[in-house]
């Protein structure tokens, strides 16, 4: 069995009643998912406007800032809330939202900041601020069965992993930071 946002994304809609059920549920399932949903795509578009702008005369610090700016702002930041609010094994409070959104968006602005602007200690307090989002991103997470997909261990630990991916590509990210401005 699918978890409910899949199943309204893969599975066929079959009457205009089933299609406002399904799209009232998903709505509020993932209601906590919007922020993360609205500020991750429009990353993705950020990215894309930045990758046109720069095509003329293209640089190492734009390709990355490109790259930055859709898999971990946008890309990461959409699986991330939607996937704690299908994973979440408690009701997810507004402060805890808010403190993740805060905390992962203004550290991904002191990183790209940051390094645009060759300035570390910026971007080692933007890394130390998505590292403190990803700890609430796991806590938000813990325990076992979630309310919305029950038994969908793989999908946790997928979570577990992309957050796990995360934490590891800031030192790697710091040290190339480090060596490129030295």
């Given at each position: 069995?699918?978890?409910?946002?899949?199943?309204?994304?893969?599975?066929?809609?079959?009457?205009?009643?089933?299609?406002?059920?399904?799209?009232?549920?998903?709505?509020?399932?993932?209601?906590?998912?919007?922020?993360?949903?609205?500020?991750?795509?429009?990353?993705?578009?950020?990215?894309?406007?930045?990758?046109?702008?720069?095509?003329?005369?293209?640089?190492y610090t734009a390709s990355w800032?490109?790259?930055?700016?859709?898999?971990?702002?946008?890309?990461?930041?959409?699986?991330?809330?939607?996937?704690?609010?299908?994973?979440?094994?408690?009701?997810?409070?507004?402060?805890?939202?808010?403190?993740?959104?805060?905390?992962?968006?203004?550290?991904?602005?002191?990183?790209?900041?940051?390094?645009?602007?060759?300035?570390?200690?910026?971007?080692?307090?933007?890394?130390?601020?998505?590292?403190?989002?990803?700890?609430?991103?796991?806590?938000?997470?813990?325990?076992?069965?979630?309310?919305?997909?029950?038994?969908?261990?793989?999908?946790?630990?997928?979570?577990?992993?992309?957050?796990?991916?995360?934490?590891?590509?800031?030192?790697?990210?710091?040290?190339?930071?480090?060596?490129?401005?030295?």
């Amino acid at each position: 069995m699918l978890p409910g946002w899949l199943a309204m994304v893969l599975l066929p809609l079959r009457s205009p009643e089933r299609a406002e059920v399904r799209a009232s549920s998903v709505v509020s399932v993932h209601r906590p998912a919007l922020p993360f949903i609205v500020i991750g795509g429009a990353a993705i578009v950020a990215g894309g406007l930045v990758s046109a702008a720069s095509a003329l005369t293209p640089s190492y610090t734009a390709s990355w800032a490109v790259a930055y700016l859709v898999l971990v702002v946008g890309a990461a930041q959409l699986i991330l809330g939607l996937g704690q609010s299908s994973l979440a094994t408690k009701r997810l409070t507004g402060s805890l939202i808010v403190g993740e959104v805060v905390a992962f968006n203004l550290g991904n602005v002191g990183v790209l900041a940051g390094t645009v602007f060759s300035q570390p200690v910026v971007v080692y307090v933007g890394a130390a601020l998505i590292v403190a989002a990803q700890a609430l991103f796991l806590w938000a997470v813990r325990g076992g069965r979630s309310v919305h997909s029950p038994g969908h261990s793989p999908l946790r630990w997928g979570y577990r992993a992309l957050i796990v991916v995360l934490l590891v590509s800031i030192p790697v990210g710091l040290v190339i930071a480090s060596l490129r401005t030295a």
